[in-house]
Nanobody
Framework: QVQLVESGGGLVQAGGSLRLSCAASRSIFNINPMAWYRQAPGKQREFVARITSGGGSTDYVDSVKGRFTISRDNAKNTVYLQMNSLKPEDTAVYSC???????????WGQGTQVTVSS
């Protein structure tokens, strides 16, 4: 079992930056991939970014490419999402996701609110 706890959300003006963190309660070595999703009010949850265990492969939804960067620090059991040039349409609850490849189980964090004002 692993708990994922997000932090770093908040209110920011358009064009600003935020860095989200997802801290795991134990080693994320077997958690592959780890990813960020978001859900805006009245909309379905949307994939944002994904990173493999070694950090060698990343993937992003088209709307954030060039603005967001996902990274992971396995030594700190943490995944990050650096968000730059934020837009009002980035406003959502951002949740961390991980898949344990050993026990084949999905994990979700509780989410952190990101609000971008125009």
């Amino acid at each position: 079992q692993v708990q994922l706890v997000e932090s770093g959300g908040g209110l920011v003006q358009a064009g600003g930056s935020l860095r989200l963190s997802c801290a795991a309660s134990r080693s994320i070595f077997n958690i592959n991939p780890m990813a960020w999703y978001r859900q805006a009010p009245g909309k379905q949850r949307e994939f944002v970014a994904r990173i493999t265990s070694g950090g060698g492969s990343t993937d992003y939804v088209d709307s954030v490419k060039g603005r967001f960067t996902i990274s992971r620090d396995n030594a700190k059991n943490t995944v990050y999402l650096q968000m730059n040039s934020l837009k009002p349409e980035d406003t959502a609850v951002y949740s961390c996701y991980g898949f344990d490849v050993v026990i084949r189980k999905n994990y979700w964090g509780q989410g952190t609110q990101v609000t971008v004002s125009s």
